[in-house]
């Protein structure tokens, strides 16, 4: 153990004896209209988020985090893995742009490479189980080489089905048998590099895949029947994984592998499980299981170490997991909590939102009133509105799920008409629609008013220069008809 890490070991202890909460959050920006990331980072301070995970490396986020302090794990998209695995050249040119240039020039406390995202997914059909390894490779000697190997740690965020337990037991926890090796060699590697083992926990899926799951096991109320693992009591699901994980690296060797959990959360809609009351209980008792400072049962009296998913809703993600997909945020897409939560970490004692986010007009496009339920335009119409808006809101035991057939086709309506920016042409469904002012939201049911687009640093200057050209072209357009 070097001064380093020592110096941060005291960091950690000093945290913990003086009782402040630390807690991150995942970042990501699958949206159709995401925040300026000055916002992003204005809110991730108010709240007392010290740390944050990204799936990319966005320049403009990266440089909003510049001097924030704020502790960033930044990520390497699976398509690129390929590239990274077969080139040094290419790992060097990825640390120096993407880390170096961050951590020199924007001061951005970068702290952790992501390489990958879930490669082993059982939906990949192993596609990234051959790149993993030789770019987790390359990017570790990268950093080395460009000396920032005792700051900045590789890690791999693997999803739980990476190890199992035969008997459901954590003590049978090992890892999977047709990755076996591969993820032997990844945690040696991990732990001569001092890196820690990431891992995403969802107890929502359990529930979502399996409708026996019992409920109560899912959150941390200690209300579920518990687990008896050879006189470990285990009250909930969060722990029971967790231990599989730390069974599974003991069994092998790594008993003190450090690990992170990289994601943990709950969605609030889309599925009849996802819902704000669902959710607020996960992630508050999530919240209270780790500042309480018990641990789980194999590694007791330890910090865990976790990044809640999500900070904000993500309207542009694929569904093919669930229409809950796009609902993981503790904010909404515009920055507004979906219901109190306390992390610990400031003393308001629950969430604050953002500020400074500028939205379009107050105006919404729904049915009209004299058309017809029946007509024949309805159902393409709503088909083209939901490809293209977002319609996972509504449909059994979703936010929206009680509005009638009025309503139904008024929000898939309303929410193109919002995709698109509020353009006039977006609220011509043939002699079915009309834009209105008075708000059709219900007090479970939100009609979206989007936020104003942002369009980046660079596209910012462009923006800016285009509408200087537009202004001018109009004056001279102004003269030449008063002339
Ligand atoms: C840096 O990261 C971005 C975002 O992930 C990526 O598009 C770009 O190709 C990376 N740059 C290099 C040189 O690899
Ligand atoms: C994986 O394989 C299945 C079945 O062969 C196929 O439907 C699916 O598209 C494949 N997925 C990927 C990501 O290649
Ligand atoms: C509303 O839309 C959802 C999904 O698009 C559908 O399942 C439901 O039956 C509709 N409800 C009414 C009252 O039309
Ligand atoms: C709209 O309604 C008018 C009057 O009822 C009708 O003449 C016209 O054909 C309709 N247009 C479409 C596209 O359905």
Known sequence: ???????????????????????????????????????????????????????DADYDTLKALGKSGIEVMVGIPNDMLATLATSMKAAEKWVSVNVSTHVTKNNVNIRYVAVGNEPFLQTYNGSFLRATFPALQNVQAALVKAGLGRTVS???????????????????????ADIRDLMLTIVKFLNDATAPFTVNIYPFISLYTDSNFPVDYAFFDGNANPVNDGGASYYNMFDANYDTLVHALQKNGFANLPIIVGEIGWPTDGDRNANIEYARRFNQGFMSHISSGKGTPMRPNTGINAFLFSLIDEDAKSIDPGNFERHWGIFTFDGIPKYALNLGT????????AKGVQYQGRKWCVMKQSAKLDDPQVAPSVSYACGLGDCTSLGYGTSCGDLNAWGNISYAFNSYFQMQDQHDDACKFPNLSTI???????????????????????????????????????????FLTIV
């Not at 693997?158 to 035969?166: F, G, K, L, P, T």
């Not at 009609?447 to 202004?471: D, H, W």
Request: aromatic fraction near 8%.
């Open 154 to 176: 590789v890690t791999v965020p693997q999803n739980a089905d990476v190890y199992e337990s035969s008997s459901g037991l954590p003590s049978d926890g090992d890892f999977r």
């Open 346 to 353: 400031t003393n308001a004692g629950t969430l604050i939102p």
């Open 436 to 478: 209105t002012k008075t708000d059709p939201s219900t007090s479970t049911c939100r009609f979206e008013i989007m936020i104003q687009p942002y369009y980046g640093g660079a596209a910012e200057t462009l923006g800016r220069a285009k509408k200087a050209l537009g202004l001018v072209a109009g004056l001279i357009l102004f």
């Open 1 to 55: 153990m070097g001064l380093y890490h020592l110096a941060i070991g005291l960091v950690s202890f000093l945290s913990m004896v003086s009782g402040a909460m630390t807690i991150g959050a995942n970042w990501g920006t699958q949206a159709s209209h995401p925040l300026d990331p000055a916002i992003v980072v204005r809110l991730l301070r108010e709240n007392g988020i010290q740390k944050v995970k990204l799936f």
